[in-house]
């Protein structure tokens, strides 16, 4: 298994809604990713995690909230969001931190309310 | 922090050329990647290529890091290699951080 996959697709949700979305990998990597991307514009990191911890938070609203249960595994928990938080949400994995190569999942659309 | 700028920001092409996109980057880096966004959204990787020249197909990069520059070439362009275009590296001695350029958006014409 070569790949990394997300879940939902797509979701629309209110601004009083609670919804998480979900990246899983099986390649071993020891470190994942939570981005946003914006209509035309690049990918901007949000979060780390190293070893399952997180390393590194992009000053990110709390109204995001991440989550590596176990090292195959990466939420991100959703909770009062704005309609300027509607992107694409892509996770990534790497074997090691910082020195290697980044595997993108096809990313998560979201659209708030 | 390092900076990645790309050129050009749009290239219009007709099926069968050739083209070039640059990227530049500001610090030594640890890891340089080329991706492809198709209108789906998903990011392709195309070549990690730090250093060195790399081909696949009819694309091919080379990452001249003491000049801190890396190409992408496109040779006998086709319809779906539409899309936008981005590098992203990560800095030597820093964190984990992959910072992306601003991407090239690669339209090719029939």
């Known amino acids: 298994d070569t790949e990394v996959t997300q879940t939902p697709k797509h979701l629309v949700m209110g601004m009083t809604n609670k919804k998480s979305l979900k990246c899983e990998q099986h390649?071993?990597?020891?470190?994942m990713y939570w981005y946003k991307q914006k209509a035309k514009k690049p990918p901007e990191l949000m979060f780390v995690y190293s070893y399952e911890k997180l390393s590194i938070n992009e000053s990110v609203p709390s109204r995001f909230s991440p989550e590596c249960p176990n090292s195959s595994l990466l939420n991100l928990h959703l909770h009062a969001l704005q309609p300027e938080d509607s992107a694409l949400y892509l996770c990534a994995s790497s074997p090691q931190p910082g020195t290697s190569f980044q595997f993108f999942g096809p990313g998560t659309r979201l659209t708030v309310l | 922090g390092i900076q990645v700028e790309q050129s050009p920001p749009d290239l219009i092409l007709q099926e069968g050329a050739n083209s070039t996109l640059r990227c530049n980057f500001s610090?030594?880096?640890?890891?340089l990647q080329w991706f492809h966004q198709n209108p789906w959204g998903q990011l392709i990787n195309l070549f990690y290529i730090p250093s060195g020249t790399k081909q696949n197909g009819r694309l091919s990069a080379t990452t001249v890091a003491t000049e801190r520059y890396s190409l992408l070439y496109i040779s006998s362009s086709q319809t779906t290699d539409s899309g936008v275009y981005f590098c992203a590296a990560v800095i030597q001695g820093g964190s984990e951080k992959l910072v992306f350029g601003k991407g090239t958006k690669l339209t090719v014409n029939p």
């Open positions: 390649m071993g990597h020891r470190a």
């Open positions: 610090d030594s880096v640890n890891n």
